[in-house]
């Protein structure tokens, strides 16, 4: 193998200094992709879009099980992608890359585990390196429900707004049923719970719920520096806004319910 590459997951991937010659900018890691994935990253997952994306041929044959919306989504994946657990850590040496991104992951994870994730982000990144992260804004959501209590005027449709904002907070950890067979029947559901489990067997239940406060301690706890709050569409990343990563299909922001920090390794 030369010396400029590293192999990664069964792929050889460029290292970060070749990566940058090839690519004009830095070499980012977009952990938990799903089939939001960027060529400007080296994009990590172990869900069904990445297999799929490795392994196109699949597509016409899994098409009917997984919906053609789904298989849509597989086939405007771009960029190098890598199917790793990241319960097994995150699959790159010490010191070697510019910047770490994540969206809507540390929620997923089990609250006792969040520091060890953090470290190993501290452990893959340069020194200077950045790791930008998004998630669901804790902060966001409690102001929305405080919101409908004062706002309660006894009607049903008063109600029915309050029972909303509980649920932006509480449903998606407590949901059985997966988001992607809510709302179906029949065997395709069947089947498809039978190969990939409910939602806490996918990974899509949330464990913990953050804002820019204890965000900012377990950020520090890890050894990252410089931290602070971002906008959707601003980055101190090289290039950031050019991997659309945060971008909707409209333009506007991706998940506008986020909360962006970004932070560095000293």
Known sequence: MRSDAMKVGGTVVRSSQAHAQQNAGPLIINLGCGAKT???CINVDWSIYVILHRHRWLLPLVTPLI???RAERVRAMRGTTICHDLRKGIPFPDNSSDAVYHS??????DRDAVLGF????FRVLKRGGIQRLAVPDLERYVAAYSATLTT???TREASLRHDRAVANILEQSVRRASQGVKDKRGMRVRMENFVLGDARARGETHQWMWDRVNLRTVLMD???IDIKVCSWNSSDIDGWQRSGLEVASDGSEYKAESLYLECRKP
């Open 38 to 40: 960027s060529e400007l």
């Open 67 to 69: 919906r053609r919306d």
């Open 104 to 109: 809507h992951i540390m929620e997923h994870i």
């Open 118 to 121: 953090q470290k190993e982000i």
């Open 152 to 154: 309660d005027d006894g």
């Open 222 to 224: 890890a050894g990252f």
